[in-house]
Protein backbone atom coordinates (compact mmCIF):
# COMPACT_ATOMS: atom_id res chain seq x y z
CA UNK A 1 0.00 0.00 0.00
CA UNK A 2 2.84 2.55 0.64
CA UNK A 3 4.57 1.45 -2.67
CA UNK A 4 1.26 2.34 -4.39
CA UNK A 5 1.00 5.51 -2.82
CA UNK A 6 4.52 6.88 -3.57
CA UNK A 7 4.38 5.42 -6.78
CA UNK A 8 1.64 7.85 -7.95
CA UNK A 9 2.90 10.33 -6.00
CA UNK A 10 6.26 9.83 -8.31
CA UNK A 11 5.55 9.69 -11.29
CA UNK A 12 1.47 11.64 -11.53
CA UNK A 13 2.01 14.83 -10.43
CA UNK A 14 -0.34 16.40 -12.93
CA UNK A 15 -2.79 14.45 -10.99
CA UNK A 16 -1.99 16.32 -7.57
CA UNK A 17 -5.06 17.67 -5.86
CA UNK A 18 -5.81 21.37 -6.53
CA UNK A 19 -7.12 22.83 -3.25
CA UNK A 20 -7.72 26.59 -4.20
CA UNK A 21 -9.16 28.39 -6.89
CA UNK A 22 -6.09 29.96 -8.44
CA UNK A 23 -2.97 28.00 -9.28
CA UNK A 24 0.34 29.74 -10.10
CA UNK A 25 3.11 28.26 -12.48
CA UNK A 26 6.59 29.39 -11.56
CA UNK A 27 7.15 31.82 -14.60
CA UNK A 28 3.43 33.17 -13.69
CA UNK A 29 4.76 33.82 -9.75
CA UNK A 30 7.79 35.55 -11.67
CA UNK A 31 5.90 38.02 -14.01
CA UNK A 32 3.27 39.02 -10.69
CA UNK A 33 6.13 39.82 -8.63
CA UNK A 34 7.95 41.90 -10.54
CA UNK A 35 4.77 43.50 -11.30
CA UNK A 36 3.15 44.06 -7.71
CA UNK A 37 5.97 43.72 -5.38
CA UNK A 38 6.42 46.56 -2.63
CA UNK A 39 10.44 46.48 -2.83
CA UNK A 40 10.64 46.66 -6.71
CA UNK A 41 7.69 49.48 -6.81
CA UNK A 42 10.28 51.41 -3.86
CA UNK A 43 13.77 51.10 -5.95
CA UNK A 44 11.40 52.22 -9.21
CA UNK A 45 10.27 55.25 -7.09
CA UNK A 46 13.82 56.10 -6.28
CA UNK A 47 15.03 55.82 -10.32
CA UNK A 48 12.37 58.83 -10.61
CA UNK A 49 13.52 60.72 -7.78
CA UNK A 50 16.97 60.58 -9.06
CA UNK A 51 15.32 61.46 -12.66
CA UNK A 52 14.16 64.48 -11.59
CA UNK A 53 17.45 65.48 -9.80
CA UNK A 54 19.03 64.93 -13.00
CA UNK A 55 16.47 67.26 -14.82
CA UNK A 56 16.60 70.12 -11.85
CA UNK A 57 20.68 69.66 -12.24
CA UNK A 58 20.44 70.26 -15.97
CA UNK A 59 17.94 73.35 -15.37
CA UNK A 60 20.75 75.11 -13.12
CA UNK A 61 22.57 75.86 -15.97
CA UNK A 62 19.70 78.31 -17.44
CA UNK A 63 19.40 81.52 -15.99
CA UNK A 64 17.44 82.45 -13.01
CA UNK A 65 14.64 85.20 -13.44
CA UNK A 66 12.03 86.35 -10.62
CA UNK A 67 9.75 88.97 -10.58
CA UNK A 68 8.87 90.62 -6.87
CA UNK A 69 6.03 93.30 -6.45
CA UNK A 70 5.09 94.74 -2.87
CA UNK A 71 3.00 97.54 -1.49
CA UNK A 72 3.62 98.93 2.38
CA UNK A 73 2.23 101.76 4.96
CA UNK A 74 4.71 103.71 5.94
CA UNK A 75 3.94 105.89 9.60
CA UNK A 76 6.23 108.41 11.23
CA UNK A 77 9.62 109.39 10.05
CA UNK A 78 10.69 107.56 7.07
CA UNK A 79 12.18 107.52 3.45
CA UNK A 80 10.08 108.48 0.75
CA UNK A 81 10.91 105.84 -2.18
CA UNK A 82 10.51 108.38 -4.69
CA UNK A 83 12.67 111.45 -3.70
CA UNK A 84 14.58 109.70 -1.07
CA UNK A 85 14.24 112.40 1.31
CA UNK A 86 12.84 111.80 5.10
CA UNK A 87 9.30 112.67 5.29
CA UNK A 88 7.18 113.22 8.73
CA UNK A 89 3.89 111.36 7.23
CA UNK A 90 2.08 108.67 6.86
CA UNK A 91 2.04 107.16 3.39
CA UNK A 92 1.57 103.81 1.50
CA UNK A 93 3.89 103.12 -0.97
CA UNK A 94 5.58 100.36 -3.09
CA UNK A 95 7.74 98.69 -5.92
CA UNK A 96 8.35 96.48 -8.61
CA UNK A 97 11.28 94.55 -9.99
CA UNK A 98 12.47 92.21 -12.34
CA UNK A 99 15.82 90.25 -12.00
CA UNK A 100 18.00 87.60 -14.03
CA UNK A 101 20.83 85.97 -12.70
CA UNK A 102 23.41 83.58 -14.29
CA UNK A 103 25.86 81.94 -13.43
CA UNK A 104 29.02 81.69 -16.05
CA UNK A 105 31.52 79.64 -13.64
CA UNK A 106 31.35 77.72 -11.07
CA UNK A 107 34.09 75.26 -11.05
CA UNK A 108 32.12 73.31 -12.89
CA UNK A 109 30.47 71.77 -10.81
CA UNK A 110 27.22 72.00 -11.72
CA UNK A 111 28.41 69.83 -14.99
CA UNK A 112 29.90 67.42 -12.67
CA UNK A 113 26.27 67.84 -11.13
CA UNK A 114 24.56 66.51 -14.09
CA UNK A 115 27.32 63.96 -14.64
CA UNK A 116 26.93 62.45 -11.39
CA UNK A 117 23.56 62.30 -11.33
CA UNK A 118 23.67 59.85 -14.55
CA UNK A 119 25.62 57.62 -12.88
CA UNK A 120 23.44 57.78 -10.18
CA UNK A 121 20.60 56.58 -12.45
CA UNK A 122 22.19 53.71 -13.69
CA UNK A 123 23.35 52.87 -10.56
CA UNK A 124 19.83 52.99 -9.31
CA UNK A 125 19.06 50.90 -12.44
CA UNK A 126 21.31 48.20 -11.77
CA UNK A 127 20.26 48.13 -8.01
CA UNK A 128 16.45 47.38 -9.53
CA UNK A 129 18.30 44.39 -11.21
CA UNK A 130 19.60 43.37 -8.19
CA UNK A 131 16.59 43.41 -6.55
CA UNK A 132 14.73 41.54 -8.69
CA UNK A 133 16.98 38.94 -8.82
CA UNK A 134 16.76 38.68 -4.78
CA UNK A 135 13.33 38.90 -5.24
CA UNK A 136 13.27 36.04 -8.04
CA UNK A 137 15.34 33.90 -5.80
CA UNK A 138 13.67 33.90 -2.50
CA UNK A 139 10.02 33.19 -4.76
CA UNK A 140 12.62 30.14 -5.86
CA UNK A 141 12.79 28.93 -2.63
CA UNK A 142 9.60 29.64 -1.33
CA UNK A 143 7.89 27.81 -4.44
CA UNK A 144 10.13 24.69 -3.50
CA UNK A 145 9.41 24.59 -0.28
CA UNK A 146 5.77 24.98 -0.84
CA UNK A 147 6.08 22.03 -3.15
CA UNK A 148 7.83 19.89 -1.15
CA UNK A 149 5.46 20.56 1.26
CA UNK A 150 2.73 19.60 -0.62
CA UNK A 151 4.07 16.43 -2.18
CA UNK A 152 4.86 15.40 1.63
CA UNK A 153 1.67 15.69 3.03
CA UNK A 154 0.27 14.03 -0.13
CA UNK A 155 2.85 10.83 1.48
CA UNK A 156 1.58 11.71 5.03
CA UNK A 157 -2.07 10.94 4.34
CA UNK A 158 -1.33 8.19 2.25
CA UNK A 159 0.39 6.68 5.54
CA UNK A 160 -2.07 7.57 7.77
CA UNK A 161 -4.41 5.82 5.50
CA UNK A 162 -2.78 2.72 5.14
CA UNK A 163 -2.28 2.38 9.05
CA UNK A 164 -6.00 2.98 9.68
CA UNK A 165 -6.92 0.32 7.38
CA UNK A 166 -4.42 -1.76 8.95
CA UNK A 167 -5.63 -1.22 12.43
CA UNK A 168 -9.10 -2.12 10.94
CA UNK A 169 -7.29 -5.68 9.85
CA UNK A 170 -5.53 -6.01 13.15
CA UNK A 171 -9.37 -4.78 15.10
CA UNK A 172 -10.75 -7.68 12.86
CA UNK A 173 -7.87 -10.81 13.95
CA UNK A 174 -7.84 -9.43 17.62
CA UNK A 175 -12.24 -9.75 17.37
CA UNK A 176 -11.37 -13.39 16.64
CA UNK A 177 -8.28 -14.35 18.68
CA UNK A 178 -5.40 -14.00 16.09
CA UNK A 179 -3.71 -11.06 17.44
CA UNK A 180 -3.26 -9.22 21.05
CA UNK A 181 -3.79 -5.82 21.52
CA UNK A 182 0.29 -5.56 21.20
CA UNK A 183 -0.21 -5.28 17.76
CA UNK A 184 -2.80 -2.95 17.60
CA UNK A 185 -1.29 -0.52 20.82
CA UNK A 186 1.94 -0.54 17.95
CA UNK A 187 -0.33 0.75 15.03
CA UNK A 188 -2.27 3.29 17.02
CA UNK A 189 0.73 4.65 18.05
CA UNK A 190 2.00 5.30 14.85
CA UNK A 191 -1.50 6.58 13.28
CA UNK A 192 -0.66 9.02 16.40
CA UNK A 193 2.29 10.13 15.83
CA UNK A 194 1.52 10.38 11.69
CA UNK A 195 -1.28 12.81 12.73
CA UNK A 196 1.11 14.58 14.62
CA UNK A 197 3.33 15.15 11.88
CA UNK A 198 0.36 16.04 8.80
CA UNK A 199 -0.30 18.96 10.93
CA UNK A 200 3.28 20.10 11.19
CA UNK A 201 3.37 19.86 7.54
CA UNK A 202 -0.08 21.59 7.14
CA UNK A 203 1.48 24.43 9.60
CA UNK A 204 4.80 24.95 7.19
CA UNK A 205 2.90 24.87 3.89
CA UNK A 206 0.43 27.76 5.62
CA UNK A 207 3.58 29.39 6.49
CA UNK A 208 4.65 29.26 2.71
CA UNK A 209 1.42 30.28 1.39
CA UNK A 210 1.77 33.39 3.25
CA UNK A 211 5.48 33.99 2.70
CA UNK A 212 4.65 33.73 -1.35
CA UNK A 213 1.78 35.65 -0.96
CA UNK A 214 3.99 38.45 0.82
CA UNK A 215 6.07 38.36 -1.60
CA UNK A 216 3.95 38.54 -4.59
CA UNK A 217 2.26 41.36 -2.61
CA UNK A 218 -1.24 39.40 -2.72
CA UNK A 219 -4.10 39.55 -0.16
CA UNK A 220 -3.99 37.13 2.25
CA UNK A 221 -7.61 36.52 1.79
CA UNK A 222 -7.22 35.56 -1.60
CA UNK A 223 -6.36 31.80 -2.26
CA UNK A 224 -4.29 30.35 -4.22
CA UNK A 225 -2.19 27.35 -4.91
CA UNK A 226 1.08 26.50 -6.81
CA UNK A 227 1.43 23.89 -10.01
CA UNK A 228 3.79 20.69 -9.91
CA UNK A 229 6.71 20.80 -11.82
CA UNK A 230 7.38 19.34 -15.26
CA UNK A 231 9.08 16.31 -14.63
CA UNK A 232 9.93 15.69 -18.34
CA UNK A 233 13.04 18.35 -18.05
CA UNK A 234 14.68 15.99 -14.90
CA UNK A 235 16.53 13.98 -17.60
CA UNK A 236 17.70 17.02 -19.54
CA UNK A 237 18.48 19.15 -16.30
CA UNK A 238 20.57 15.72 -14.90
CA UNK A 239 21.80 15.88 -18.29
CA UNK A 240 23.35 19.58 -17.90
CA UNK A 241 27.31 19.69 -17.03
CA UNK A 242 28.15 23.00 -15.20
CA UNK A 243 31.12 24.13 -14.35
CA UNK A 244 31.99 27.07 -12.08
CA UNK A 245 34.25 28.70 -15.41
CA UNK A 246 31.29 28.32 -17.23
CA UNK A 247 29.56 30.95 -15.01
CA UNK A 248 31.78 32.62 -12.98
CA UNK A 249 33.47 35.44 -15.45
CA UNK A 250 30.45 35.86 -17.55
CA UNK A 251 28.10 36.65 -14.88
CA UNK A 252 31.65 39.43 -12.78
CA UNK A 253 31.20 40.97 -15.94
CA UNK A 254 27.59 41.75 -15.85
CA UNK A 255 26.13 40.89 -12.69
CA UNK A 256 23.73 43.71 -11.58
CA UNK A 257 24.97 44.07 -7.79
CA UNK A 258 28.78 44.62 -9.12
CA UNK A 259 27.27 47.04 -11.58
CA UNK A 260 25.89 49.07 -9.39
CA UNK A 261 28.96 49.10 -7.47
CA UNK A 262 31.27 50.50 -10.06
CA UNK A 263 28.24 53.18 -10.77
CA UNK A 264 28.33 54.05 -7.54
CA UNK A 265 32.29 54.64 -7.45
CA UNK A 266 32.00 56.80 -10.20
CA UNK A 267 29.33 58.77 -8.46
CA UNK A 268 31.80 59.33 -5.53
CA UNK A 269 34.42 60.38 -7.59
CA UNK A 270 32.36 63.22 -9.19
CA UNK A 271 31.66 63.74 -5.56
CA UNK A 272 34.98 64.71 -5.23
CA UNK A 273 35.44 66.64 -8.14
CA UNK A 274 31.71 68.99 -7.11
CA UNK A 275 33.74 69.43 -3.78
CA UNK A 276 37.12 70.31 -5.22
CA UNK A 277 35.00 73.09 -7.70
CA UNK A 278 34.91 75.20 -4.02
CA UNK A 279 38.53 76.11 -4.74
CA UNK A 280 37.76 77.98 -8.28
CA UNK A 281 37.25 81.33 -8.33
CA UNK A 282 32.97 81.86 -9.68
CA UNK A 283 31.52 84.14 -11.55
CA UNK A 284 27.85 85.47 -12.31
CA UNK A 285 26.25 88.39 -14.11
CA UNK A 286 22.62 89.72 -13.57
CA UNK A 287 20.73 92.16 -14.07
CA UNK A 288 17.37 94.37 -12.76
CA UNK A 289 15.12 96.39 -13.76
CA UNK A 290 12.82 98.35 -11.05
CA UNK A 291 10.81 100.78 -10.32
CA UNK A 292 8.56 102.35 -7.19
CA UNK A 293 5.98 104.83 -6.26
CA UNK A 294 4.16 106.81 -3.61
CA UNK A 295 0.70 106.40 -3.41
CA UNK A 296 0.49 109.76 -1.29
CA UNK A 297 2.81 111.72 -3.84
CA UNK A 298 1.49 114.96 -5.22
CA UNK A 299 2.31 117.48 -7.86
CA UNK A 300 2.47 121.06 -8.00
CA UNK A 301 -0.63 121.63 -8.03
CA UNK A 302 -1.25 119.17 -5.30
CA UNK A 303 -3.01 116.73 -7.59
CA UNK A 304 -2.02 113.32 -6.90
CA UNK A 305 -0.02 111.43 -9.39
CA UNK A 306 -0.92 108.27 -11.40
CA UNK A 307 0.86 104.67 -9.60
CA UNK A 308 1.65 104.00 -13.80
CA UNK A 309 3.26 106.98 -14.37
CA UNK A 310 5.30 107.02 -10.91
CA UNK A 311 6.08 103.61 -12.32
CA UNK A 312 7.31 104.84 -15.92
CA UNK A 313 9.03 108.02 -14.45
CA UNK A 314 11.14 106.06 -11.57
CA UNK A 315 11.88 103.17 -13.75
CA UNK A 316 15.98 101.92 -13.13
CA UNK A 317 17.99 99.37 -14.68
CA UNK A 318 21.26 98.31 -13.67
CA UNK A 319 23.72 95.07 -14.61
CA UNK A 320 26.07 93.42 -12.07
CA UNK A 321 28.61 91.67 -12.54
CA UNK A 322 29.97 89.11 -9.25
CA UNK A 323 33.26 87.44 -9.15
CA UNK A 324 34.19 85.43 -6.00
CA UNK A 325 37.14 84.34 -5.06
CA UNK A 326 37.53 81.60 -2.03
CA UNK A 327 40.80 82.43 0.14
CA UNK A 328 40.19 80.82 3.18
CA UNK A 329 36.83 78.78 4.41
CA UNK A 330 38.41 77.30 8.17
CA UNK A 331 39.25 74.45 6.06
CA UNK A 332 35.91 73.37 5.36
CA UNK A 333 36.06 72.93 1.62
CA UNK A 334 39.78 70.77 1.61
CA UNK A 335 37.88 68.65 4.74
CA UNK A 336 35.06 67.65 1.50
CA UNK A 337 37.64 66.93 -0.55
CA UNK A 338 39.57 64.63 2.15
CA UNK A 339 35.99 63.08 2.75
CA UNK A 340 34.95 62.48 -0.44
CA UNK A 341 37.79 60.44 -0.68
CA UNK A 342 37.27 58.38 1.68
CA UNK A 343 34.01 57.67 -0.14
CA UNK A 344 35.52 56.98 -3.43
CA UNK A 345 37.64 54.37 -1.23
CA UNK A 346 34.51 52.74 0.57
CA UNK A 347 33.17 52.51 -3.30
CA UNK A 348 36.09 50.65 -4.53
CA UNK A 349 35.84 48.72 -1.53
CA UNK A 350 32.36 48.04 -2.07
CA UNK A 351 33.40 46.93 -5.59
CA UNK A 352 35.84 44.05 -4.34
CA UNK A 353 33.25 43.12 -1.98
CA UNK A 354 30.17 42.75 -4.44
CA UNK A 355 32.95 40.93 -6.03
CA UNK A 356 34.09 38.38 -3.83
CA UNK A 357 30.60 37.97 -3.01
CA UNK A 358 29.06 36.85 -6.51
CA UNK A 359 32.13 34.31 -6.33
CA UNK A 360 31.46 32.57 -3.52
CA UNK A 361 27.58 33.14 -4.67
CA UNK A 362 28.08 31.69 -7.89
CA UNK A 363 30.74 28.64 -6.75
CA UNK A 364 27.81 27.49 -4.02
CA UNK A 365 25.13 27.59 -6.36
CA UNK A 366 27.43 25.28 -9.16
CA UNK A 367 28.22 23.27 -6.16
CA UNK A 368 25.01 22.76 -5.09
CA UNK A 369 23.95 22.29 -8.61
CA UNK A 370 26.51 19.46 -8.97
CA UNK A 371 25.78 17.86 -5.69
CA UNK A 372 22.15 17.56 -5.99
CA UNK A 373 22.88 15.55 -9.57
CA UNK A 374 24.58 13.50 -7.29
CA UNK A 375 22.53 13.16 -4.19
CA UNK A 376 19.51 12.76 -6.89
CA UNK A 377 20.73 9.40 -8.31
CA UNK A 378 21.57 7.92 -5.01
CA UNK A 379 18.33 8.58 -3.63
CA UNK A 380 16.65 7.15 -6.19
CA UNK A 381 18.37 3.86 -5.90
CA UNK A 382 17.81 3.90 -2.10
CA UNK A 383 14.23 4.68 -3.01
CA UNK A 384 13.65 1.73 -5.18
CA UNK A 385 15.59 -0.60 -3.07
CA UNK A 386 13.48 0.58 -0.12
CA UNK A 387 10.24 -0.06 -1.87
CA UNK A 388 11.87 -4.39 -2.55
CA UNK A 389 12.96 -4.24 0.88
CA UNK A 390 9.67 -2.95 2.34
CA UNK A 391 7.75 -5.28 -0.20
CA UNK A 392 9.25 -8.09 1.47
CA UNK A 393 8.64 -6.86 5.11
CA UNK A 394 5.03 -6.81 4.08
CA UNK A 395 4.68 -10.14 2.97
CA UNK A 396 6.69 -11.48 5.76
CA UNK A 397 4.29 -9.84 8.11
CA UNK A 398 1.23 -11.24 6.48
CA UNK A 399 2.48 -14.70 7.15
CA UNK A 400 3.39 -13.91 10.74
CA UNK A 401 7.01 -14.15 10.38
CA UNK A 402 7.57 -10.46 11.79
CA UNK A 403 6.54 -8.56 14.07
CA UNK A 404 4.43 -5.27 13.68
CA UNK A 405 7.40 -3.11 15.26
CA UNK A 406 9.90 -4.69 12.46
CA UNK A 407 7.23 -3.69 9.79
CA UNK A 408 6.69 -0.04 10.93
CA UNK A 409 10.49 0.10 11.08
CA UNK A 410 10.80 -0.52 7.81
CA UNK A 411 8.16 1.74 6.76
CA UNK A 412 10.13 4.26 8.47
CA UNK A 413 12.85 3.67 6.22
CA UNK A 414 11.12 3.69 3.47
CA UNK A 415 9.44 7.10 4.35
CA UNK A 416 12.68 8.79 5.08
CA UNK A 417 13.89 7.53 1.37
CA UNK A 418 11.05 8.48 -0.18
CA UNK A 419 11.47 11.66 1.60
CA UNK A 420 14.91 12.11 0.74
CA UNK A 421 13.83 11.42 -2.80
CA UNK A 422 11.21 13.91 -3.39
CA UNK A 423 13.60 16.75 -1.91
CA UNK A 424 16.69 15.45 -4.08
CA UNK A 425 14.67 16.01 -7.01
CA UNK A 426 13.18 19.03 -6.50
CA UNK A 427 16.41 20.57 -5.47
CA UNK A 428 17.80 19.38 -8.61
CA UNK A 429 14.88 21.21 -10.69
CA UNK A 430 15.03 24.59 -8.60
CA UNK A 431 19.02 24.74 -7.94
CA UNK A 432 18.90 24.81 -12.08
CA UNK A 433 16.58 27.17 -11.96
CA UNK A 434 18.26 29.79 -9.60
CA UNK A 435 21.37 29.32 -12.19
CA UNK A 436 19.26 30.30 -15.12
CA UNK A 437 18.00 33.03 -13.28
CA UNK A 438 22.14 34.02 -12.02
CA UNK A 439 22.53 34.13 -16.14
CA UNK A 440 19.40 36.21 -16.87
CA UNK A 441 20.47 38.70 -14.93
Known sequence: MIKQGAIKLLFLFTTLPCFAQQQYTL?????LALDRNIRVKQVQNNIKGIAIDRRTAQYRLLPSVSYNLGHYFSFGKNIDPVTNAFVYESFSGGYTAVGLQ????SGFSRLNAIKQSAY?????????????????????????????????????RNNIQSTSKE??????????????????????????SENAGLVTLQNDSLAAVQDLKQLLNISYKEKMDIAAIDTSVLANIYATNISPED??????????????????????????????????????????LNSNYNANRT?????????????????????????RIPIFSQMENASRVKREKINISNAELAIQDAENTVVTNTLQLVNDFNASKQKYT??????????????????????????SVELLAARDILNTSTSGYLQARLQLYFQFQLLELLKRY
Open 27 to 31: DECYR
Open 102 to 105: MQLF
Open 120 to 156: AIEASEYSKKRTELELLTNITLTYSRLLLDKEQLLVA
Open 167 to 192: LEIINEKILVGRLTKYEYYAFNARLN
Open 247 to 288: YIEPILQKHPAIKEAQMDEQVARFGEKIARSSFYPSLSVGGN
Open 299 to 323: NTNGLKIPIDRQLNDNLGQNININL
Open 378 to 403: ATLTAWEQNNLSYNLYEEKYRLGQIS
